[in-house]
């Protein structure tokens, strides 16, 4: 069972705890977002992010919070980010902290470039471990109840991953700065030392 079968209430009471950061984590992804008409959210969740950023389908692991992205309009397959097959269908995918759960990234990744159109795009949010949150929380993961078993990236790492998946024409957005969720400021960036990174990649 997921730890996000288990613990699906927490991770929808995070948000509404911490709800400024989460609402600059979705205006930092919103400043590098291309147009599109079909989206996909790989790691869905209860729908935090998609449903504010206009897209309405994604594949999720978790049947709990498949079933709370349902309720917010989301249409949601259970299907795991390794599992998902796809074939030049999208315009846009989307991940967001889906990147340190996967088992397999580079696959996820592979399996992403094949999703999309040529001139689609890869938008992948993740906390880069370089920074100061990073480091925080990989100090403090094995308390955690969702980090426990996260795999933490850097900026390059994932800019590494995504050219060896075939991604070209990166841009990267940043926000959160400062070493706890108590004690950060705000403000969007180009990539440098912010803990909320968002790199878009093109087909």
């Known amino acids: 069972m997921s730890v996000f079968d288990l613990y699906y209430e927490d991770y929808e009471k995070w948000f509404e705890k911490y709800s400024k950061i989460y609402e600059e984590e979705i205006k930092t992804i919103k400043a590098i977002l291309p147009p599109f008409k079909k989206a996909i959210e790989v790691g869905v969740g209860t729908g ?31 299907v795991s980010a390794e599992n998902m097959n796809f074939e030049d269908e999208f315009d846009l995918i989307l991940m967001v902290t889906t990147i340190c759960f996967v088992k397999d990234p580079k696959k ?85 030392q912010g803990a909320f990174k968002v790199i878009k990649g093109e087909k």
């Open 48 to 78: 935090r992010f998609a449903k504010p950023l206009g897209i309405d389908y994604g594949i999720e692991v978790s049947e709990k919070m498949a079933e709370i992205g349902r309720k917010r309009g989301i249409k949601v397959d259970l």
């Open 108 to 192: 996820v990744l592979a399996n992403c470039y094949k999703a999309l159109k040529v001139g689609g795009s890869l938008v992948v949010a993740f906390v880069d471990k370089n920074s100061a949150l990073g480091k925080f929380y990989e100090k403090n993961k094995k308390n955690s109840k969702f980090y426990k078993e996260a795999t933490f990236f850097s900026k390059d790492e994932i800019i590494e991953m995504m050219k060896e998946a075939g991604f070209k024409n990166f841009e990267c957005k940043e926000n959160l700065y400062g070493d706890s969720l108590e004690n950060l400021r705000f403000e969007i960036n180009d990539c440098n």
